[in-house]
DNA sequence: GTCTATACGAAGATAGAC
DNA sequence: GTCTATCTTCGTATAGAC
């Protein structure tokens, strides 16, 4: 079974495909990581890949997808360990700030790669729809003791479209400042723009 | 030479190569858009491909991504037709909506995808960094009579950044709801947030 | 589970005729 | 400017041995 974080020492063949493929997919696209890429940046050896992924890339991209998504929501998790939202969506901002430092902008979102395939690939399609629905919803949770459960819901998607967004155009500018840009405004609003609310809501 | 509207009509068989390369780009992505591919929806001449681009696809996506922004661009301007900042980006949310719901969710933004591209193509990269500012531009001029021009920065590469960020969401999940939550948080921003300012600003 | 070999198609690019 | 033909490389996928 596929870990929640794949630990590249110790896992099988199996996981290691999946973690390079998602890898692969932030920097190059789907369509542009072949097997060939895989079967080189994980180690695994070329025999097993239909032994382990039967329907052949549309399997393996998926699995990247979803291995990505839950990677991401993990990351999620972390950054909201904090109750104040604000200092959440910073450290969440951050964390995507340090991966493109690291790659030297040249890692994305793998997640928004296979969003963005045509009608090849409708299962990773799937899957990144609903890794954003699921980190959508941890952020709304997150929002609710502070807002209404509409408006947390919204918040929640404005955070995520934007950072993602930032993180394409980051990416594009080769520069982090989008990505500042927009992790200021979201800590401003929601630092401020809050009203103070009931616990609970009439529906 | 490339018309800031190309008209499938009338376009030379370059400029038809152009925008079928960018259509194509924003449902599949650029890898998976061949030179067979854009001969076919374009109906230009096979023979003609090197001719108008002799670099090849990586000139011919280059274009495309440079004509897919000035394209975008013109329907920004035509948005910010309003001086209320909250209508135009309402206005420029609804020119996605109308997209995403005309295609069934099959066309996403042809400069996100080239923003995607990975090393192979630099060029598109470069261009899709360009189109993403000039658009951060545009709407920080529009929104300057209204707030300091560091704010108005910020909120414009806000207003890009998750208008981007939800089109991609809208199409992974294929659904509208993204954009519509994103651009009530916009609406809502722009409307209320921005505290009136004197017209110019001490540097 | 993993190997090699290979089938089969499609990609980008080039050459040379018209 | 446009055509056809072709080169070369690379992609996914399969077959069958070990």
């Known amino acids: 079974m596929t870990a929640v974080i794949i ?10 495909m999946i973690l390079s493929a998602a890898v692969l997919m932030r920097q190059q696209g789907v369509e542009a990581t072949s097997f060939s890429d895989v079967i080189e940046h994980s180690g695994a050896p070329r025999g097993s890949i239909y032994h382990h992924f039967p329907n052949g890339k549309a399997q393996l991209i998926e699995a990247a997808t979803r291995y990505a998504g839950e990677f991401t929501a993990a990351g999620l998790i972390a950054a909201l360990r904090t109750d104040k ?44 729809g609903d890794a954003f629905g699921r980190w959508q919803h941890l952020v709304a949770r997150a929002l609710e003791p502070h807002t209404t459960r509409w408006r947390a819901r919204t918040l929640a998607t404005l955070v995520i479209a934007s950072i993602e967004g930032a993180v394409i155009m980051a990416r594009a500018q080769r520069s982090t400042v989008p990505l500042e840009e927009v992790a200021n ?15 609970s809501q009439p529906q």
């Open 7 to 16: 630990n590249r020492m110790t896992a099988s063949a199996r996981d290691r």
């Open 85 to 128: 939202p604000a200092d959440a969506v910073d450290a969440f901002a951050a964390q995507w700030t340090s991966m493109l430092e690291q790659s030297n902008f040249d890692a994305g979102c793998p997640v928004v790669a296979a969003a963005l395939e045509g009608e090849r690939t409708p299962g990773a399609r799937a899957a990144a």
């Open 185 to 199: 405004e979201l800590r401003r609003i929601l630092r401020g723009d809050l009203p103070p609310q009931p616990a």
